[in-house]
């Protein structure tokens, strides 16, 4: 924050846009959790309604099946059998809204008391209602009818536990017996609800539950039975106007409910929407969970309210901010218009502007003193400026004029360490190479004078050995010329002949006889692309060495295999005719961290053989001879040596 106005700004602000906003945030939270408590609440007390319904139909259906079986009419109908007491039962089934209702006889109830224990109830003279599951073989006994009515074809459903079953035949019903005590008679009258697609059931615990318009209204309120985890009667809306028979519970409710026994009173995911739910779990008369009782509302209406109220107080907060902070700026301009000054003054003075001043001619308050004062310093600032100056353009003369000096001398000083560290080199490889030659040319002297006593004294009878001593003379004679290369390259200006002109093309060609075993031996291909070029001046001897010792490193570094390229072409270089020779072959090249000291004494990549002189003395020949011999990388793998020579110049009268 560099700006006094924004500074003062947020002070000033800081209570509003900070903590009103965390106030703001506190109630809104605390009130959306009460809130939510609140729709909590509702639906438990909607789920209490439902249950209540519930009951009172259980209890409805037993008090009335309780007084056909205490009914003088009941014990007439008995005692007359046949079709009058078909009809009875025909007529009063729809009276009482069942869907079965018949008369065991004690013997018959004996038999199925085990199977249903509101029966059993019954036979020990107690009226009893439960809910029970029946089967698809007890509803067929009971009417087909029943049996295909209780059945529903099972519909995939998101988040709910996965089954192989395709429809739910089992049926959910209202069982209610009571015990029959008429005249001499003893026995249990059976009566029941089928709750499966019983669709006025459930719209009427729906229309009990959301008689208001808040959390009911059209299709907002939904009540559901469910047999297991699967709706067997609902008023939720699979499409338009197709009910979610069917379609299932999700797991997590299913485990809670029906895994755990625990009543759910939270949100939840209810076919297509999110409802505020409440899930009760249903037992049967052997006290296991086989269902469960849903009412629930839907949950966007109340996120809009919520996300509305949330936009108010953001649009009145911001409503306030907007109005505050102009009125804000009004009232502190006195104080920022002279700070903006200075502020300005400063900038143009860190821009270089030396001469720039505040001038403050408003109140002479605090602010105007600091203004004045500011101004004062400004002018003992110009001043020492101005004297800083002129000194500097002294001393800025006098390190250009050292530094000139100091360049110089460092150059010099620079060539004079590298000549030193050369000569230092050649002297030190001079009087090693001068040793080394006393040595080997004393024993070789005497083993060159053994050899011509051995001639005398054989005489005639040498040449028996002739052969020997021959081979014996030759190997002789190339120490000699070994140790004469050595000292020509630790001395080469001692052996520096006139040279004669050569022609490359032809010195090449030779070469490549010389070296034929070392290529054939290894199955080294090698092409050639001679150009006719000009002749140059150089010892014929010396620039075979040079030419056989590329070739020879050439094939040694491919080992077994690959290819030399050898190419001749005349090349001006720097205003010069010459005549260019590339030697480059197809392996692995040469480090690059090593390309720079290829031609160092000594140096050498072939870790047990080879004595590291040979690319060092063709280039001191190269050069003896005015040319130069250049290594590089090619880009498509192997190394490139370059040899350059100057051509010789007819003009010059050179044969």
């Known amino acids: 924050m560099s700006s006094v106005r924004l500074r003062l700004l947020v002070l000033a602000l800081a209570p509003l846009v900070v903590l009103m906003p965390a106030l703001l945030l506190i109630g809104m939270t605390r009130w959306t959790a009460d809130y939510d408590k609140v729709l909590i609440a509702n639906v438990e007390s909607d789920l209490r309604i439902a249950e209540q319904y519930l009951s009172r139909i259980m209890a409805g259906t037993g008090d009335e099946l309780r007084g056909v079986a205490e009914s003088a009419e009941f014990a007439r109908v008995l005692d007359g059998g046949g079709d009058e007491t078909a009809a009875f039962f ?65 519909i995939e459903t998101e988040a709910a536990v996965p089954t192989t079953r395709l429809a739910e035949d089992r049926g959910m019903v209202v069982h209610a017996a009571s015990p029959v005590r008429l ?59 197709v009910r979610a028979l069917g379609t299932r519970v999700s797991a997590a409710v299913r485990g809670e ?42 949950e966007a209406p109340f996120d809009a309210a919520k996300k509305a109220a949330y936009l108010w107080m953001m649009v009145a907060f911001a409503a306030v901010l907007a109005l505050s902070v ?32 505040n001038n403050h001619r408003g109140s002479r308050d605090e602010i105007g003193l600091v203004a004045a004062h500011l101004d004062d310093l400004l002018d003992q600032v110009q001043d020492r400026d101005r004297r800083l100056r002129e000194w500097a353009d002294v001393l800025h003369e006098r390190v250009e004029q050292r530094t000139s000096e100091l360049r110089e001398a460092n150059v010099k000083l620079e060539e004079t360490f590298q000549q030193l560290v050369m000569s230092e080199k050649l002297a030190s490889i001079g009087e090693i190479t001068a040793g080394v030659a006393h040595e080997i040319n004393n024993p070789v002297a005497v083993i060159q004078g053994n050899v011509d006593v051995i001639h005398e004294i054989l005489g005639p009878e040498a040449e028996t050995v002739a052969t020997e001593l021959d081979l014996i003379d030759r190997q002789v004679a190339r120490i000699q010329t070994i140790v004469g290369k050595l000292l020509q390259f630790a001395r080469p200006g001692d052996f520096a002949g006139s040279g004669q002109t050569v022609d490359l093309g032809a010195a090449v060609e030779d070469c490549l006889v010389f070296v034929e075993h070392e290529i054939s031996s290894r199955g080294i291909e090698v092409r ?69 000291a290829v031609f160092d004494p000594f140096f050498t990549t072939k870790q047990a053989e080879g004595t590291g002189l040979g690319l060092s003395i063709s280039q001191t020949l190269v050069q003896r001879a005015g040319g ?15 040899i350059w020579l100057p051509a010789v110049d007819p003009s010059a009268g050179d044969v």
Do not use: C
């Open 90 to 154: 025909e007529r009063r089934k729809a009276e009482m809204g069942l869907d079965f209702l018949y008369y065991l006889s004690a013997d018959e109830a004996a038999g199925v008391a085990d199977d249903w224990p509101v029966i059993a109830s019954g036979l020990a003279g107690r009226a009893d209602t439960r809910i029970d599951i029946f089967g698809a073989s007890d509803l067929a006994g009971l009417s087909p009818e029943l049996a295909a009515r209780a059945r529903i074809p099972l």
């Open 183 to 241: 005249g001499g008679r003893t026995g249990v009258l059976v009566g029941g609800i089928l709750l499966n697609r019983n669709l006025d059931f459930i719209d009427s615990i729906n229309a009990l539950v959301y008689l208001n318009a808040v959390t009911g209204g059209e299709r907002q309120g939904t009540a559901t039975l469910f047999l297991d985890d699967v709706r067997i009667s609902t008023n939720v809306r699979l499409f338009e106007d």
């Open 257 to 298: 409910v029906l895994g755990e026994g625990h009543t759910w009173l939270d949100r939840a995911f209810v076919v297509n929407d999110w409802y505020i739910s409440g899930y009760l779990p249903l037992t049967d008369s052997f006290g296991e969970r086989v269902g469960m009782l849903y009412v629930g509302f839907l």
């Open 326 to 357: 102009p009125v804000f700026l009004w009232m502190a301009k006195g104080i920022f218009a002279p700070l903006e000054r200075m502020n300005d003054t400063m900038r143009r003075v860190g821009q270089g502007d030396l001469s720039a001043r």
């Open 528 to 596: 050639k692309a001679l150009d006719p070029s000009p002749p140059v001046r150089i010892d014929l001897g010396e620039l075979q060495q040079v030419v056989v010792n590329l070739i020879v490193n050439a094939a040694q570094a491919m080992e077994q295999g690959g290819r030399i390229d050898l190419s001749l072409r005349p090349e001006v270089r720097d205003g010069h005719a010459g005549v260019g020779l590339s030697v480059a072959d197809t392996g692995p090249g040469i480090p690059e961290g090593r390309l720079g």
């Open 628 to 642: 130069l011999i250049t290594a590089r990388n090619r880009s498509e793998g192997g190394a490139e040596f370059r």
